[in-house]
């Protein structure tokens, strides 16, 4: 079993910031890669930032130079400074995680529960 658990979401006023974190538990092999993605109200959702095992980032335009996503690899957690936060920024944050599992070659995408985060004056 693998689980996602994410945590960091609130209410912030535009030009705030938030930290989110998701941290995996379970039977981890290796994580190929930690993505954050987010879902607005009414709309798909979209991937806003993506770390592979190598470190290299890539950022949907229009959070860069705003969002960095980072890693704790000996912790299997994911972590997403947003800065300058905008109304439109506004939506549930999902993380995901391409995880091999323990002593397997099985390959799967593991999604958290989803955190709430909501900008506004």
């Known amino acids: 079993q693998v689980q996602l658990v994410e945590s960091g979401g609130g209410l912030v006023q535009p030009g705030g910031s938030l930290r989110l974190s998701c941290a995996a538990s379970?039977?981890?092999?290796?994580?190929?890669?930690m993505d954050w993605y987010r879902q607005a109200p009414g709309k798909q959702r979209e991937l806003v930032a993506d770390?592979?095992?190598?470190?290299?980032?890539n950022y949907v335009d229009s959070v860069k130079g705003r969002f960095t996503i980072s890693r704790d690899s000996a912790k299997n957690t994911v972590y997403l400074q947003m800065n300058s936060l905008k109304p439109e920024d506004t939506g549930v944050y999902f993380c995901?995680?391409?995880?091999?599992?323990?002593?397997?070659?099985?390959?799967?995408?593991?999604w958290g529960q989803g955190t709430q985060v909501t900008v506004s004056s």
């Open positions: 995901n995680m391409r995880v091999r599992k323990y002593l397997t070659t099985y390959v799967s995408d593991y």
């Open positions: 379970g039977s981890i092999g290796s994580i190929n890669a």
């Open positions: 770390i592979t095992r190598d470190g290299s980032t």
